[in-house]
């Protein structure tokens, strides 16, 4: 499935009206546009001077139907047997393209915590890496996969309050 920006006129949102509005929200952001990158391997290969953590987003359900989004440093190992505790959670399992779609409104290769902005009525629970917290600059995808904008963490927070996305901070 592409992800990329030849299909964002088919998402809920498109990366331009993302712009804008972090623009309204004076959320500060440096754009990057490259090719495709689907997986953190292919985010390692570009970092055309991208300094800051690089992030890797998970879309998971448990077996109550509760959708989640972790986010974490891009190396960070995840252990998916004992998340559910860590989370508060029933079992984990990932989420699939379409339930991804339905509740995110991207692609697989474009989740990021920017596409909160699909969810209104906070569906999905945010779970992030503490890691995050301390982090001058975070790299995410606005939505699509060729682009990569890098937000500072205390903007990044600031967009989750708009939201409306209270923040689970997770210490791995």
């Given at each position: 499935m592409d992800a990329s920006s030849k299909f964002k006129d088919t998402l809920p949102t498109t990366p331009e009206t993302l712009l804008k509005l972090l623009d309204r929200l004076q959320i500060a952001y440096v754009m990057h546009r490259h090719q495709p990158l689907r997986t953190?391997?292919?985010?390692?290969?570009?970092?055309?001077?991208m300094p800051g953590l690089h992030i890797k987003n998970l879309y998971l359900r448990d077996r109550k139907k509760q959708n989640f989004l972790?986010?974490?440093?891009?190396?960070?190992?995840?252990d998916m047997k004992s998340l559910n505790k860590k989370i508060g959670c029933e079992r984990l399992s990932f989420g699939s393209a379409e339930r991804l779609f339905e509740?995110?409104?991207v692609r697989p290769g474009?989740?990021?915590?920017l596409t909160l902005i699909n969810d209104p009525d906070k569906n999905v629970h945010l779970a992030l890496d503490v890691?995050?917290?301390?982090?001058?600059?975070?790299?995410a995808h606005p939505l699509v996969n060729d682009m990569t904008l890098g937000i500072e963490g205390p903007h990044l927070q600031?967009?989750?309050a708009y939201t409306g996305h209270e923040v689970q901070w997770l210490d791995f």
């Open positions: 953190v391997e292919d985010s390692k290969a570009y970092r055309d001077n972790l986010v974490v440093e891009e190396d960070r190992q995840i509740m995110l409104g474009a989740v990021s915590p890691a995050l917290w301390t982090s001058e600059m975070i790299y600031q967009f989750f």
